[in-house]
């Protein structure tokens, strides 16, 4: 259910909710560090969700063994460049990956500036690798508090033109949007966009104040919105996007199922939501799943799913000429696919249209059927096989 015709992106994804299972287990044999299992087998229950976790926190331990292994800026640049090709794989051609230095750096007491300083690195030799677009947000993670969320916004600024936007993660409950007011106005003062997750495990009004205080244009899952009427015919009318995460919603327990999840709500109120993955290493899907089998599963129909692609790219921070560029590229391929594929696909139908005729009885004109098959237009319809026969 994947639109080919249009940009496939990914803009709510965590760099470091993206480390794979065997980058984990390479780089704690490669820093001696002691893990809960020694294969690949038997760690991945400690690395991914298994069964839905039952709450937010709880799954946030699930990205722990990720960052406990970062000993190094190296092996930070690595799991960044991995992001990349992560990206091309699943067949992303724009990717918003958000990361928080100072929970990578904490293990190992990294130096928070080189960690930021390690994912661009990873990040742009990725780009220039695997041809992926990709821009970067800063997170900072709430949970540990205004000083920590104060040095990673410094880390961030002393990169100012490589970050895109900032965002806020973490323990919504315990740390409302409102001790980081001063945090923010700096981020709009560097000119940078601004993402907050809210509405996830806080209510509506923690939608309301990543808006009107944090000034948010995007908001992370904003699945509470629903409790909202009010709320929700803001978000349609400013078009302050939702940056939908289904299988990552139902792995938190925020949503019961996915039938239940608001998405198809959110589209039919016209609110501009998109189909992202989250944590996509720490959840076991991709993209691709998210389109095809958690999308339907939630209720959208292929013209809501198609809906929410062309959101994803409208959504994006990319500036008018940057989107423009993206779906240009996409058609490039699509063309270049088919023109790759056509005589392929000619001969294949050549091949069985032959293969047909020989084995028709006489008293079938199976001229139509070869003509069909190779595709000159013909149907195999009476009238087109008496017109042959004449």
Wanted: a negative charge.
């Amino acid at each position: 259910m994947i639109d080919t015709t249009l940009p496939l992106t990914d803009i709510h994804r965590h760099l470091d909710g993206n480390i794979r299972p065997q980058t984990i287990l390479e780089l704690g044999r490669q820093y001696n560090i002691s893990l809960p299992a020694q294969s690949l087998e038997t760690l991945i229950p400690h690395v991914q969700v298994i069964a839905n976790e039952p709450d937010l926190v709880s799954f946030l331990t699930k990205l722990d063994w990720g960052v406990k292994v970062l000993a190094s800026l190296d092996a930070c640049r690595r799991v960044a460049f991995e992001n990349i090709e992560d990206a091309a794989r699943h067949g992303l051609h724009y990717v918003e990956l958000r990361f928080s230095p100072g929970y990578m750096a904490m293990a190992h007491q990294l130096p928070v500036a080189g960690v930021v300083e390690a994912v661009i690195d990873g990040v742009r030799e990725g780009c220039r690798t695997f041809g992926v677009q990709a821009k970067l947000i800063g997170i900072m993670s709430r949970t540990f508090g205004e000083a920590a969320c104060q040095q990673e916004l410094e880390a961030f600024l002393a990169h100012r033109d490589q970050i895109t936007a900032l965002d806020l993660a973490g323990d919504e409950l315990g740390f409302p949007g409102s001790l980081f007011l001063s945090h923010f106005n700096r981020a709009r003062d560097a000119g940078w966009h601004i993402t907050v997750h809210a509405g996830e495990a806080a209510g509506p009004e923690s939608i309301w104040q990543a808006i009107r205080e944090l000034g948010a244009e995007r908001i992370g899952h904003g699945v509470k919105a629903i409790e909202d009427r009010a709320l929700m015919d803001f978000l349609a009318e400013q078009q302050i996007g939702i940056e939908s995460c289904l299988t990552s919603n139902i792995q938190t327990s925020t949503v019961a199922e996915l039938a239940a999840h608001p998405l198809k709500t959110f589209l039919e109120h016209g609110i501009r939501a998109s189909i992202n993955t989250d944590d996509p290493g720490v959840q076991g899907v991709d993209i691709i799943h998210e389109y095809t089998v958690a999308a339907p599963a939630a209720g959208l129909s292929r013209e809501q799913i198609r809906q929410a692609q062309i959101n994803g790219l409208e959504m994006a921070f990319l500036s008018a000429e940057e989107k423009r560029a993206l779906r240009e590229k996409s058609r490039r391929e699509v063309t270049k696919w088919m023109v790759q594929i056509a005589p392929s696909i000619f001969h294949a139908r050549h091949k069985v249209a032959r293969c047909l005729a020989d084995s028709m009885p006489s008293s079938i004109n199976s001229i139509t059927w070869i003509a069909w098959l190779a595709g000159t237009g013909f149907s195999p319809s009476p009238f087109n096989a008496s017109r042959i026969a004449a």
